[in-house]
């Protein structure tokens, strides 16, 4: 499986953003899906996770109401929408699946790793 995240960018606090994390070689069906965050100097850390085939969310308690992670299973791909974006929230997001339809949300529970896409939100 491989992922490609991409849809990073600037934002102005307040803003929005929807990060796209798409799967090729092999399908994610079947795959739990999650994204993830890391700021230098910092361990990669949670954010949201979406089961197989999506009936089943978790999100960090600091985005939940302002986060929503969701896919589409004919597309191959899972989606972070973004609102009420933060300073705080400026990261890398990396997107990842794992061997089970069961979102997790610790990094070592997941496979799959994409590259990372910047999130820089402005105050």
């Known amino acids: 499986v491989q992922l490609q995240a991409s849809g990073g960018g600037l934002v102005q606090a307040g803003g929005s953003l929807r990060v796209s994390c798409a799967g090729s070689g092999r399908t994610i069906s079947s795959l739990a899906a999650g994204w993830f965050r890391q700021v230098p100097g910092k361990e990669r850390e949670f954010v949201a996770s979406?089961?197989?085939?999506?009936?089943?969310?978790f999100y960090t308690d600091s985005v939940k109401g302002r986060f929503t992670i969701s896919r589409d299973n004919i597309k191959n791909t899972m989606y972070l929408q973004m609102d009420s974006l933060k300073p705080e929230d400026t990261a890398i997001y990396y997107c990842?699946?794992?061997?089970?339809?069961?979102?997790?949300?610790?990094?070592?529970?997941?496979?799959?790793w994409g590259q990372g896409t910047q999130v820089t939100v402005s105050s």
């Open positions: 979406i089961s197989w085939p999506g009936r089943r969310t």
């Open positions: 990842a699946a794992r061997q089970s339809q069961y979102p997790g949300t610790i990094v070592t529970e997941f496979d799959y």
